[in-house]
C-alpha cells in the first residue's frame, strides 16, 4: 500500500538517531462501516483531561467514499459540547479538521484534501493512507494540525477548559453519531506536546512495513504515548492499549478486520 502523496518507508534521524523499523507483528487495520462501528476508550479519558495543556494525538486513516463526517477519534465531557478533543475528516467541506473546545471556546485548525488541493486526487477514496495528528501546547497557546508529516495550520486563541474530560471514542462522536467510514490504524495518544520532528519521524517511517513499524510503545526515538491501540487482534472484542493493558479500549458492533496498513 502507498503512503499519501507517494510517500514510502525511509529512516529519518530523530531525538535518538535513525529510527529501527522491528518486527512488530502487526500486518493489519480496522476497517469501520461508518454506520455503527467503533472502538470505546473511556478508560484513557482522565489521562486525556490531566493531558489538556500538553497533548498530542496521531492516526493512520484510510477514507472511504462517504457522504459523512467521519470522526477519527473524539474526546470530551459527557453531555456538554463544550469542552472537547477531536480529529476529523468533514466530508461537506472535504478537510481534515483537529479541534479543542475548552469553555466553549472552539479552535480549529483545517486542511483541505479536495481533489485539485492537497493532492493530484481527493483523499476520499484514493486508496492511500494519510497520517494526522494534532499537538496542543497551552503555554503557547496554540494547537497545530499536521497531515502526512507537515504542519498545516495553527490556531491561537485557546479557552479554559470548564468540565473535565470522561468520555474517548475512536470512530465516533460519543453520542453515536459521526461514524468513520474506512480504515483507522496506530492511534496513539501523549500527554506532551509532539514537536514538528516527531510528527515527521512518525510519518517517514510509517506505521508498517510489511510487519516493521516504529515501536513507539518503547519511546526509544519519539515519547512514549500514554495509549497506543494497535488493532492488531486477531479476534474478539477487547483493543488492546499497547502501552498499558489495564486500560484497554472496546469495538463496538465489531469493526472487521482488515490486511490493508499504511
Sequence with gaps: MTLGLGVGFYKLAGEAGAPTLIKT?????????????????????????SAREAFSASAWINIDTTSNTGMIFKAGASGDNNNQFNMMYH????????????GGTLDQPKFDVAAGEAAEAAFENDGNWHHIA??????ADEIILYVDGTARQ????????????DECDIGQNLTNGSFFKGEIDEVAFWDRTLTSTHITTI?????????KALDL?????????????????????VAINTVDNTKNGTYVNA??????TP
Design 25 to 49: 507483528n502487526n500486518p493489519q487495520s480496522m476497517n469501520f462501516n461508518g454506520v455503527d462501528e467503533s472502538v470505546q476508550c473511556d478508560n484513557i479519558a482522565g489521562e486525556i483531561n
Design 91 to 102: 466530508n461537506g467541506t472535504e478537510e481534515i479538521r483537529c479541534t479543542i473546545k475548552a
Design 134 to 139: 494534532m499537538t496542543v501546547n497551552a503555554t
Design 154 to 165: 495553527t490556531k491561537t486563541g485557546l479557552g479554559t477548559f470548564s468540565a473535565a474530560i
Design 203 to 211: 510519518y517517514n517511517s510509517g506505521a508498517q512495513s510489511g510487519e
Design 217 to 237: 510503545a518503547s519511546g526509544s526515538h519519539v515519547p512514549k504515548p500514554f495509549a497506543l491501540y494497535r488493532f492488531n487482534e486477531p479476534s474478539g472484542t
Design 255 to 260: 469493526p472487521t478486520i482488515s490486511t490493508s
